[in-house]
C-alpha cells in the first residue's frame, strides 16, 4: 500500500528499466541469510536487465505537437495506477480505443517500482492478494489474461508475521488449518469465537466466489446474477452494510484476540475492526488462504508493466509524463482533459484514476462541489500517508528462515492507529533473491504518517526530520526482530507523506478514504459513475477501497459501465436510471 519514498531526493531523469514479466525462475524460498557473496551495486543482469523501456508509449513531451491528435478515443483514463489500467485494459480488450495519461515517467502509481545499485524497490507494499490461477476473485490474474499476459508468481507461505504485545506471535500460514490452528493455541478459551467468525467470512467469501464480477451499477448483469445466485447475492446484500468487528464481538468475548482482529484489519484498511466493512474483511481473510498470497516474479511493477504493455497490444495507447490540469466540460459533460502543457484530447467518457480529492478539488476546480461529493466527503476523510523506508540489508542479519513480511506493534495496543505506532515490513528478495545483488536483501518498512507532520519545514529541518524518524524505526525494529540492522544496511532511502504526494500526485500523500466515524460497512462507497455526465471514478476512492485487488475490482466494475454506455456491452436505459437513483438513495441512509 505505502508507495516509496526515495524517489524524491534521487528520482532519475529517465526511469530504470521496467521489471521483466517473464523470467527465469528463482530458486524457490532460500534460507533468508543464506548468502551470495557479491556485493552491493553489482547488477545482476539476468534477472533485472537495466535496459530501455520497451515502446509501449510515448512520453508526452516527445509525442508529436498540436492539441487533439489521435482523433477521439472512446475513453481517457487519467492516472495509471493498477485502477485506472485495469480500467482501460478491460474496455481496449472489448474493442474501445483508450488513452491513458500518466502524469509520472512509467506506469503503476503506488504499485510501480524503482531501482538504485542494483535493488528493485516496490514503491507499494508486497503482499499481492487476487494473483492466484483459481476461482473468480484472482482479478489481477484475470486483468492480465485479458491483455494476454501471464506472470510468473512465487507461492508465499505465509501472508504475514504479527508481532504483537505481550509477545503475541501469529503466523498467518498460507494453510487455512495450520492458521487457524496456530491462532486457536494462543486462545484455547476462544475456539468456538474463532471458528465461527473466520468461518462467516468464507461464507462471505464464497458467495463472492461464486459470481462473475462486474459492474453492480449495471441492472442487466446485477439482477442476472441475482436470479441466477440468489442465495449468494441476499448473503453478499445482508453483510454489505456491516462491519468485521461487530460480527468479531457476536463470537468473541476475549479483549486481546478482538485487539489482534483490529490488527487483522488495520494492515490491510488502516482502520480497526469496527470501522472495517466485513465484504472487504473477508475478502483478504480467505483469499490469503484460497488462492493464497503470490510475488510476481521480478516485482510487483511488473503487474503494471505489463499491463501498459496489453494495453498497446490492443491497439490503446499511453502516455507518460502527461499532467492531466483540467477534466474539460461541454454543456455539463465531460469530454475531454487538458494537460499542463496546453493540450488537448477528446473522448466519448473521461475516467480518473486520480483520487476523488484530487479529481473534484483539482481537475474540476473550477465547478462547485457536487452534492454527491459532500455526501461522500461528509462520510470519509483522507486515509493517513505513509513514511517508508526502503533499505538494502546485508543478508547475515536475517535469521535463517525469516517469514516475507512482518507487522509489528510492540507494548500497546492502543499505538495500533496512532502515527508511527506500528511498523510494516516487508523482505520481498525472501522470495525472490533476483531483487537484490548477491548476499543482499531489500527490506522495505512503511508506518502509517501524516502529512501535517511534514509541512512548513525547512529543506534541512525536512531531511534531518527524515533521518530521525527513520532510525527510530530502525532502532525499533532491531530491538524486536534483527539485532545488527543498523549495521547491515548498505542503501536507505527514507520517503515521507510529503514524498507520496509529489510522485503519485495523491492528495496530502493519502492512501484513499477512511470513514470519519462508523461506517454501515460499504454502503457509502460511492461506484464508478459520478454526478457529471461522461465522467467516472476509478481506483481506491471508489467501492470497495484501498488495496491493489480492490482498485482492480474497480477497474472492472468501471469498464464494464462506461463500455455499456459507449454500446459495446448491453444496456436498459429505464433501468439505468432506477438502479442508479437506488444505489444514491442507499448511500444517504449510510
Ligand atoms: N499490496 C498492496 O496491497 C498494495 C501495494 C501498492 C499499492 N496498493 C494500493 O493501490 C491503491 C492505489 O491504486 P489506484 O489505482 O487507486 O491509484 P494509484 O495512486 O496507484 O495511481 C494513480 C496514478 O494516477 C496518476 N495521476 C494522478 N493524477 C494525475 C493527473 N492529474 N494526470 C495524470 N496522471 C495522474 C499518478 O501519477 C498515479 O500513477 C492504494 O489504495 C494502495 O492501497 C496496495
Ligand atoms: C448493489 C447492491 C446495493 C447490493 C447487491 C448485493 C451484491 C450482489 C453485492 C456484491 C458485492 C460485491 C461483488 C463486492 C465485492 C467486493 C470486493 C471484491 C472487495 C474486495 C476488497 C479487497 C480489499 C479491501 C483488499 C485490500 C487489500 C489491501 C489494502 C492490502 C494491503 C496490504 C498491505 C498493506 C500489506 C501489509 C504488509 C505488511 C504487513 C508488511
Not at 399 to 424: M, Q, R
Request: hydrophobic share 40%; charged share 20%.
Amino acid at each position: 500500500m505505502p508507495p516509496l519514498a526515495a524517489r524524491l531526493l534521487h528520482a532519475p531523469a529517465v526511469p530504470a528499466a521496467p521489471v521483466p514479466t517473464s523470467s527465469a525462475r528463482p530458486s524457490r524460498l532460500r534460507a533468508a541469510g543464506a548468502g551470495r557473496t557479491r556485493s552491493a551495486g553489482v547488477r545482476r543482469s539476468a534477472l533485472a536487465p537495466e535496459k530501455a523501456p520497451p515502446p509501449v508509449a510515448v512520453a508526452e513531451d516527445e509525442a508529436g505537437a498540436g492539441g487533439g491528435e489521435g482523433g477521439t478515443y472512446d475513453a481517457i483514463v487519467i492516472g495509471s495506477g493498477i485502477g485506472g489500467l485495469v480500467a482501460a485494459t478491460q474496455l481496449a480488450a472489448k474493442g474501445a480505443r483508450v488513452l491513458v495519461l500518466e502524469k509520472y515517467l512509467i506506469p503503476g502509481g503506488s504499485s510501480g517500482y524503482y531501482r538504485r545499485d542494483g535493488f528493485t524497490f516496490d514503491v507499494g507494499s508486497s503482499v499481492m492478494f487476487g494473483f492466484s490461477d483459481k476461482g473468480n476473485l484472482n482479478l489481477i490474474t484475470k486483468a492480465l489474461e485479458a491483455v494476454g499476459h501471464k506472470m510468473e508468481v512465487i507461492p508465499d507461505p505465509s501472508t504475514v508475521h504479527f508481532h504483537l504485545p505481550g509477545d503475541l506471535s501469529v503466523l498467518v500460514h498460507r494453510e487455512y488449518d495450520d492458521f487457524i490452528r496456530e491462532l486457536i493455541s494462543k486462545f484455547p478459551h476462544e475456539k468456538e469465537g474463532i471458528l465461527k467468525f473466520y468461518g462467516t467470512c468464507w461464507k462471505i467469501f464464497n458467495s463472492l466466489n461464486s459470481l462473475e464480477l462486474k459492474s453492480l451499477e449495471e441492472p442487466l448483469y446485477l439482477f442476472g446474477q441475482f436470479f441466477q445466485k440468489p442465495l449468494e447475492c441476499l448473503t453478499l446484500a445482508y453483510y454489505l452494510p456491516q462491519n468485521a468487528g461487530d460480527i468479531a464481538r457476536k463470537f468473541i468475548k476475549d479483549q486481546k484476540l478482538l485487539s489482534f482482529i483490529d490488527a487483522e484489519c488495520f494492515i490491510v484498511s488502516t482502520v480497526n475492526a469496527l470501522q472495517t466493512p466485513m465484504i472487504n474483511a473477508s475478502m483478504v481473510l480467505c483469499d490469503r488462504h484460497f488462492g493464497g498470497i503470490n510475488y510476481p516474479v521480478g516485482g510487483v511493477g511488473g503487474i503494471a508493466t505489463s499491463l501498459a504493455d496489453g494495453l498497446v497490444d490492443k491497439g490503446s495507447e499511453i502516455r507518460y509524463k502527461a499532467n492531466v490540469t483540467n477534466v474539460i466540460l461541454k454543456n455539463g459533460k465531460a469530454v475531454g482533459v487538458r494537460l499542463s502543457n496546453g493540450k488537448e484530447f477528446f473522448a466519448k467518457t473521461v475516467i480518473s484514476n486520480a483520487t476523488r480529492w484530487d479529481t473534484f478539488g483539482k481537475l474540476l476546480k473550477d465547478k462547485e462541489l457536487p452534492v454527491e461529493e459532500k455526501n461522500f466527503q461528509k462520510n470519509y476523510v483522507k486515509a493517513p500517508s505513509f513514511l517508508s523506508i526502503h533499505m538494502g540489508v546485508k543478508a547475515s542479519v536475517l535469521p535463517a528462515g525469516t517469514d516475507c513480511h512482518h507487522f509489528v506493534l510492540e507494548d500497546d495496543w492502543n499505538n495500533l492507529e496512532k502515527p508511527y505506532g506500528s511498523i510494516f515490513l516487508s523482505i520481498p528478495t525472501v522470495l525472490d533473491p533476483s531483487l537484490a545483488p548477491e548476499g543482499h536483501h531489500i527490506l522495505h518498512i512503511f508506518t502509517t504518517a501524516g502529512i501535517e507532520d511534514w509541512e512548513g519545514l525547512s529543506r534541512k529541518e525536512y531531511e534531518q526530520k527524515k533521518e530521525a524518524v527513520a532510525s527510530e524505526i530502525i532502532r525499533r525494529l532491531e530491538k524486536k526482530l534483527f539485532p545488527g540492522l543498523k549495521d547491515s544496511i548498505v542503501l536507505k532511502e527514507v520517503g515521507s507523506p510529503k514524498t507520496h504526494r509529489r510522485f503519485l500526485a495523491r492528495n496530502d500523500g493519502t492512501y484513499g478514504p477512511m470513514p470519519r466515524g462508523k461506517p454501515k460497512g460499504l454502503l457509502a462507497m460511492p461506484f464508478n459513475t459520478t454526478s457529471i455526465d461522461g465522467l467516472y471514478c476509478v481506483g481506491d476512492s471508489c467501492f470497495p477501497g484501498q488495496g491493489v485487488i480492490a482498485v482492480a475490482f474497480s477497474g472492472i466494475m468501471c469498464a464494464h459501465r462506461v463500455a455499456a454506455d459507449i454500446g459495446l456491452e448491453q444496456k436498459s436505459p429505464v433501468l439505468d436510471a432506477g438502479l442508479l437513483g437506488l444505489l444514491r438513495w442507499l448511500r444517504t441512509l449510510a
